[in-house]
């Protein structure tokens, strides 16, 4: 039997119901199930358990799961949409899918219907980061891992022989270009800044090894116009085991000195050129 009763309504008719018809008796209690599941249309067995419950259980709201608006084709739009907008926050890329989207069906990268270009153009930033979000949560890994090997041979040192007024003494970083996946081949670019002149050099790396970034750094110090007198990696296993290893390597032709430093419990290599 089918009613117009609300949930809450159903079950603020069963409070005021149930103390009567605990107390009544068996012809009484025929009543008045009878008169609850003509109002509540709820079926004979379910309505005598409620009614012989000590409490009636607390009125909850009821979330029901809404239908999925956005569809696979919606949701693949998206990716490739954010992907070539270079992965920029939702507020950003919202507002910016009016002229995207287009651009992306000119040069055959999307091919959609009236419906899905519709739905694309005009999703919100707080329903693009939840589409997003399975994607999101894999593009936020780095490739950096920390390693122990190089922790217990390289020796401790303050501030004090870093001299950043100098030139010479460059901060160095190894970017990974992975994209939204760490999986596969990817590219890195081995960057390197003078403090005190902030000249920079961006040297291109097919893969993160140690004769890579080392033939990189072999070649950029011809094209700097001063000496490279220290290097400070903050990406410690990137940089001190792929190259900074290397040049203190007894064995090895450049025969440099390399320290690190313990800031803020983060360990910076730090490599000194003579």
């Known amino acids: 039997m089918r009613t117009t009763m609300s949930f809450a309504s159903r079950r603020e008719l069963l409070a005021k119901v149930a103390p009567r018809y605990r107390e009544a008796t068996r012809k009484q209690k025929t009543v008045i199930l009878n008169e609850l599941i003509s109002s509540t249309g709820y079926k004979r067995k379910y309505a005598i358990r409620l009614l012989s419950l000590p409490e009636i259980p607390t009125v909850r709201a009821i979330k029901r799961p809404r239908a999925r608006l956005y569809g696979k084709a919606v949701q693949r739009a998206l990716k490739i949409s954010w992907c070539a907008s270079n992965c920029i926050a939702s507020k950003r890329l919202s507002p910016f899918l009016a002229e995207l989207v287009p651009v992306l069906e000119r040069h055959s990268h999307l091919e959609l219907n009236d419906v899905v270009r519709h739905q694309l153009i005009s999703i919100s930033p707080a329903t ?147």
């Open 128 to 274: 693009i980061d939840g589409i997003l979000k399975l994607w999101r949560s894999r593009s936020g890994r780095g490739t950096t891992k920390w390693g122990s090997l190089l922790k217990h041979q390289v020796p401790v040192q303050t501030f004090a022989d870093w001299e950043e007024k100098r030139p010479g003494f460059f901060e160095a970083d190894l970017v990974a270009h992975y994209g939204w996946s760490i999986e596969g081949a990817y590219l890195y670019t081995l960057t390197l800044t003078d403090i005190a002149k902030t000249w920079t050099e961006c040297l291109p790396l097919l893969y993160r090894g140690q004769d890579a970034v080392i033939h990189a750094i072999d070649l950029v110090r011809p094209l700097i116009p001063f000496s490279i007198l220290g290097l400070d990696s903050d990406n410690v296993l990137n940089l001190e085991s792929s190259f900074l290893f290397g040049y203190t390597d007894p064995c090895s032709s450049n025969s440099l000195n390399q320290t690190k430093t313990q800031v803020a419990s983060t360990i910076v290599g730090r490599l000194f050129l003579p």
